[in-house]
């Protein structure tokens, strides 16, 4: 009996070594055209045969989901080139790949969607996986593609054209939102228009944004907890966007603030300006009330 309990001791100290080793880590070059590879233990390691065998599983499905995306784009292109000469035309349909991934609704507005001499036309392909939103510019009767945005369909919310540079022409926003986080984190993704060539600037991005075109201007709330992070200010210059300013709540002095140029964590009277109050012009963010609740 005395025996069998000595055993059993050693037995527990040994499943406990066990218990708190160090497990191996797999590290992989983002770099690689293949797909991860799946964590495994020592004794699963994948064979080179079965490595390739899933890359290959990879690779078909990526040409499968990209010959249902062609095939959904082209049928709405034939639509869009029979109808061209109208002045403009919204137009649905809904398509079943025959890989059966389900349903593909697609969208279809053309006409002058940002100016008036020009006519686009804009094609929103929505999945329950990702949102296409292609933007196609009516050139010498034949459409040529000047702007895209994918993104993953759970976390797209909406997209707009308006202005919000303040130069009269109206430009793509795209509206999204993470698929989680602790604060408000509200994106906008915007491509500005570009008159002259009928063609859009590379993608500008904002996170919980306000826009005042008349006076060219982009206020907002940064991402964090009320109380840790600080509104900004943006001034649209043609197309680019300069920084101008920073505005913190001064931990130490509650009712004031504190203005930098700089983004700054925690920032103190020796980081920028003092104020006394919120500035009027920043009370009209969207999101204030989240930037005062601390």
């Known amino acids: 009996m005395h025996k069998l309990f000595l055993i059993t001791i050693v037995a527990l100290l040994f499943s406990c070594q066990n218990a708190t080793k160090p497990q191996p880590v797999t590290v992989i070059d983002s770099s690689q055209k293949t797909p991860p590879r799946d964590t495994l233990s020592p004794n699963e390691v994948m064979t080179d045969e079965e490595q390739e ?7 078909k499905q990526d040409n ?3 010959i249902r995306e062609s095939i959904i784009l082209d049928h709405a292109l034939t639509y869009a080139n029979r109808n061209k000469n109208l002045h403009s035309f919204q137009h649905e349909f809904r398509m079943t790949p025959q890989d059966s991934s389900g349903i593909v ?4 507005i053309f006409g002058h969607l940002f100016a008036q001499n020009k006519k686009h036309l804009l094609i929103r392909r929505i999945s329950s996986t990702q949102t296409f939103c292609s933007i196609y510019l009516l050139e010498n009767e034949n459409f040529k593609k000047v702007c895209e945005q994918e993104q993953i369909g759970s976390t797209h919310d909406e997209d707009s054209i308006k202005d919000v540079n303040g130069d009269q022409y109206k430009d ?3 509206h999204w939102y993470p698929y989680s986080d602790c604060c408000r984190r509200h994106i906008v993704n915007v491509f500005l ?7 859009f600037s590379r993608k500008f991005e904002f996170i919980n944004p306000t826009f005042f075109p008349e006076e060219k201007i982009v206020r907002g709330l940064e991402f964090g907890k009320p109380g840790k992070i600080g509104l900004y200010k943006y001034k649209w210059n043609e197309l680019t966007v300069d920084t101008l300013e920073f505005v913190y709540p001064d931990l130490n002095n509650p009712g004031k603030f504190i203005k930098t140029k700089t983004q700054t964590k925690n920032p103190t009277a020796d980081d920028g300006t003092v104020l006394n109050g919120l ?3 920043y009370k009209r963010i969207e999101s204030i ?3 005062l609740h601390y």
């Open 53 to 59: 065998q899933k890359r290959m599983a990879y690779e």
């Open 64 to 66: 499968t989901y990209r």
């Open 105 to 108: 609704t697609t969208q279809m």
């Open 172 to 174: 793509f926003l795209v």
């Open 193 to 199: 228009y570009k008159p002259n060539t009928g063609s």
């Open 279 to 281: 500035p009027a012009e």
């Open 289 to 291: 009330d989240w930037f």
